[in-house]
Structure formats: structure tokens, C-alpha cells
């Protein structure tokens, strides 16, 4: 009971900032705080610890903090203002140990200020705006009393039916990684205590993204080198650069669901990786436990996952229920409770809490005046970082950049959408504070009679998707439809398209249709809106296309009828200004894809490093027995790393400072990059590696590096690389990480496909 007492007053002492040199808890001793607080904790207060609770808005407050306060509840999810989350925490305070509750959300991609979509920040291959995306949400997170994200998504997608394509960074397993150290460092700051930082969880563990014909939930089936290889890199990335948590995925791996995976969550994550943070399930997912079919009910879900070593159960209903009897049964062990509640503990004090539970909470007094004030945006930030992300795929004649002067015809369902400009898990962000693409185009025309507008379509007139689209309904309504019939609607737009001397259509997707469960067969652009884009192609008038959209889509045929098309995925809070900024050229456009756009549906996956075959289909020599679809071109409509700027830049043949390399030795790679057009622009020159003959099949190319440049027009630059033999290991079929001597082909290129080549032998 003494002890009891000191911890109370330690606590509220330390809440004030005024720790005595004689408290006698080690708080400065992390492992010995712990233990010595668990020695006081009831196994009731221990599972308390183990549940993470949604808040919704129909839930009662006052059940909540009493249940917070009997020390039944270790954090919640989903509240995430100050005046929220202070009622909460003073109940955390009121019980008898006190431990602080912490408060999560998925912060993914902005705060209040919502940056473009992750796979819209991975276009931007730029590791300082991608970290400063991941900052800016830190900080707007931690002023709301946050304590942790459910991000960075870092799962590989080579599959763009999948909805939650856009909540990653795309295909391929280098840049994935890259960023998934930059977005956990950006969140973290410093340290996870520190007030403006919030705690990474990386997610999903493991390989969400390959879930089978990209259907969402569904199982993975995979080989271990593929998964050593292309899938797991990132998640490690994401936990060697100090992601404090790791939310496990809903799907199963090779017929083990990832939540009751003792090899994923123990071998490989907590011996192999060495991962001494959070775990927490994803949704519900231990209850999802019976319906994979490998737990008969409740009882058998919650012991699978805490033998797993689940720390957290989210949205709990089962570890509250079921561990006691478990426990009394002898079914589990208590220290399979304990190892849990100790990385809660941990998780809490390395987020700062023990030290100052009001930590990221402040003083009622300090609570903004209003929550979304505009003084609280980031929009300078979010601006730069979304022009950044913009891909230029197509610009003939020198559509691009439009004339300030000119008379522009903007058109399009997506031309006046602040909600879906946000994207989807756009966390905090509000609707009326984004900016559409017919206010930013407006602010740079300024001129009204030179900006035309009408709708033109619908986002889609299916029936089955629409309701679909409300039934998610983020922020009532999702999708609001103009009700006049679609021909009526093009009818208008052709004809306002008269008096234009160019056609800019806002196409694409609604934010709904790339979200979590929102998988598609088809990737078109929804067929009313690919009328309208033949009326208005029909029109004459040079047509370009600005595609918003959560995944790369098919656009074989408005890639045939556009002039130019400029890939904005969705590009958040500053989108409209960001994408103004390029289509008229105050900014020159430098992303690249981080994903393959096939030409159709069939041709999935189309992955750019796939395994090298036996028969590959060679360019201009189709012949038969060749690996191709027989009944359209073989290859990509736009290869990963492809982008285009208002500029050209020609690379020079590769020089390799040798042909050979050791073990220990260092090879450069170096070409001339040359702006040779008319404007200053940047671009993304990257360094493929391809292991020619190997123990294993090896792929046909793999990203190893990449540089983004800036040269001024006519200016040109040596580019270096440095390849080493780490660069050339890879899992054998041993899973032995290790390089293999032999000839390999270096390749340097502005895109995946055209590239020059050298090659060396590995001694
Ligand atoms: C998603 C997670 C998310 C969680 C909490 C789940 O449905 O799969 O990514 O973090 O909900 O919102």
C-alpha cells in the first residue's frame, strides 16, 4: 500500500515537472520502472493495459472514464482533441496506480493538414519533402494530445486492384524501405518522449499488400525467399530506424493468420529483428481469429494471440473477457500476460507519458481557441510537398504548361471535390479547408470570364458502386452526384468548351474507391466519365487530363486521346494550388511513378523487377512461345520511375570505374546528366542492378539507389554512384543473405526501362 501511495504522488509530482531526487521509483531506470510497477499491478489492472478502445461518437463518456479509472483500459483510438483526451487521462489519474492511458489515431498522410496520398508522396522520390510531410504531422498530431500513429503502411503492392494501393508507397522494396525510415525518424523526431513527437507503428505486419487478386482481407500465400527478398525489407527498415510499435495485419501468411503467427511475431520479429516495441492487433482482428477458421471461439483467439505475442488488442473484446479464465485454466502462462503488459508500459514510457501523462495534452487553458483554426495548417508545407508529388505522363506539342492568359475550360467531377482531394484516411483534415482544383486554378487565372467550368459527368453512374462509396461515408455524403442525366451533363460541357482555347478534365477516382476494402476488377476510369473525355476529345481543343485517383488506373485509351495528362493521385489539403502550381508552370513537375500503369486489368501483376524467365518476350521479335499475351502489346503503359518534366534531360553512356569488384572494394557508376531544354527542372536518376547468374533466379533489374538533381537549363553534372558488395546480396534459397561472385549488369536511367548499361564481375 505504501508503495501504491509513493507511485501516486510520484506521479502527480512528476506531472508538475518537480521530480524529487529521492523519489524512489528508477524512473530514470526504464526496465527497473516497470518491473517495479508491475509488482503493484492486479492481473485485472495487467489486462487492463492490454486493451485498446475505439472511441466512437454514440459511445458514453462517463462508462468510459469509469472503466479508465478501474484501471480496465490501457488506450483508445479514434478521439484526438485535447478536450477529449484531458477527461480521459485525469481518469487515468484517478486510478489506483495511475498509469497514463495513451491516445492513438491513424495519422498517415497529414494531421489537419493532409499531404498528398503515401503513394503520391513516394512520387515525389524526395526523401526531405516526404520527412517533412511526416514532421509537419507529427507536430499537428502531438498539439491534439496524440500519442501514436498506426503508420507508416509500408506494405509492397504489386497489385493495383487492391484499395490500399494508395496508403503505401508503391512496388518496389528499396524506395518502400527508404521511406519507411524517413516517415518513421519524421514521426519520432528526436525521441518518441519528446512533446512534439508521436510514436511509429509500422504496419502491416506482414505482407498485407499481397493479398491474393488484390482483394482486401484475403489470404497470402508466399514463398520464403519472396518474402525475405520483396516483402519484409520495409517493415525492418521501419523498426532498425526505431519505430516504437508494429500493427499486425489482418491477412494470413501461408495459412497462418498473422495475428496468431508465433513464427512472424516471435521468431522472425522479436528474436531475428530483435523488435523490443508495441505490438498491437489490427481491428477486431482477433476475433477474426475464429472466422480464418483456426480458433473454435473467443477463448482459443485470445490465447492464440497473446501465445503470439499480441501485446494490445484492438477495439478489445476478448482479452478483457477471456484472459483471467485462460490464466486460471492454465491455458496460458502468466508471463505471456506479463511480456505483453511490459512493451505496453515501455511503449508508454518511451512515448514520455510516466515522466508527463498531460504531456502532449497541455493545460485547458493552453487548448486552441479552435480546433481548426487556419492558423493551425501547414499549407506552405503541404503545397510544396504536393507539387513535388505530381507526375507528368504525357505532354505533346508542349501542351503544358497552360498560358495564364488563356481561356481554360476546366471540367470534370473531380474538378470541384474538396473531399476527395484529401484522399482517403485524410485523419483529421476537413473537407471546406482543401483546396479544389477550380480554386487554385482561379487564383492563378484571376480573371473569371477566362475560366469555364461545368461538371461534364458524375464520378460514376453504376449504381452498385455509388451506394457503395456512401455506405463508407467518412463525411457525410462521400459522393454527391449531380442528378441531371450523364448526356445532358456532357452535352453542357461541349458546349462551354467552345469558347476555350484549351480543355483541362479533372478525372479519375473518388477517394472512397481507393480505401481500405474498396478493391476493384476493373481499373478504368468509370465509363460516364470516359464519355465525356471522348466528347470533349471530340471537340479539337487540346485536351489535358489531370487524373486523381488512389492506384495506378488503365488509361490506354485517354492516353491515346489526350494531349497531355498529369498524374496528382490525391494531393491533399493544398492540392488544387500544388496542381495549379504545375499546369501553369510556376512549378516544373519531377515525380516519378513509384508503380507500373498496365495497360489493362489482365496484365496484372506488372511489377518492373520481376524474376527473369526462361522464355521472355523480346521487343520487335514477338515470335510464338514467348512469355507475352498474345492478344495485346506486352510491356507496361508507363514503366516504374517514369515521369516527364517541362524540361528534357539526357543522360550520357554509363562509365564504371572498373570491371571487376572485391568483396571489400567499391565500384563508381557515374553518367552526365544534361538539362538540354529551355527551363531550370529536377529529376529522379536511378541506378538499377541486375545479378546476371545466380544460385537463384535473380530479378531482371533491381532499384538500388536513386538521386534527385536540380540543374539550371543547359546545365549539366557528373552523377555518382557508389556500389559496393552490399548492394548485390540477396536471400538464397537458404535464406543466407549474402552476395554471390559473377557478372552483373549496372544500369542508369531516368525511368525503369531507358537506362545504359555497364557491366562487372563480382570476385
Ligand atoms: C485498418 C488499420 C487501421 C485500423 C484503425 C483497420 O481497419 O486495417 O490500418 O489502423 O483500422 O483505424
Redesign the pocket.
Known sequence: MKKLCLLGLFVSLASHQVLAATTPLPLENKDAFITHLMSQMTLDEKIGQLRLI?IGPEMPRELIRKEIAAGNIGGT??SITRPENRPMQDAAMRSRLKIPMFFAY?VIHGHRTIFPIPLALASSWDMDAIGQSGRVAAKEAAADSLDIT?AP?VDISRDPRWG?SS?GFGEDTYLTSRIAGVMVRAYQGATPSAADSIMASV??FAL?GAVEGGRDYNTVDMSPVKMYQDYLPPYRAAIDAGAGGV?VA?NSINGIPATANTWLMNDLLRKDWGFKGLAVS???AIFELIKHGVARDGREAAKLAIKAGIDMS?NDTLYGKELPGLLKAGEIEQKDIDNAVREVLAAKYDMGLFKDPYLRIGKAEDDPADTYAESRLHRAEAREVARRSLVLLKNQNETLPLKKDAKVMLVGPLAKAPIDMMGS?AAAGKPAQSVTLFDGMSSVIGDKANLIYARGANITSDKRSLDYLNFLNFDAPEVVDDPRPANVLIDEAVKAAKDADVIVAAVGESRGMSH?SSSRTDLNIPETQRELIRALKATGKPLVLVLMNGRPLTILEENQSADAILETWFSGTEGGNAIADVLFGDYNPSGKLPVTFPRSVGQIPTYYNHLSIGRPFTPGKPGNYTSQYFDDTTGPLFPFGYGLSYTQFTLSDMALSSTTLNATGKLDASVMLKNTGKRDGETVVQLYIQDVTGSMIRPVKELKNFQKIMLKAGEQKVVHFTITEDDLKFYNAQLKYAAEPGKFNVQIGLDSQDVTQQSFELL
Request: no cysteine.
Open positions: 475505439s483510438f479514434n491513424d498506426f503502411m490500399r496508403e504496419k502491416h498485407y500493427m489482418l489490427d481491428h477486431g484492438m484516411w481500405e
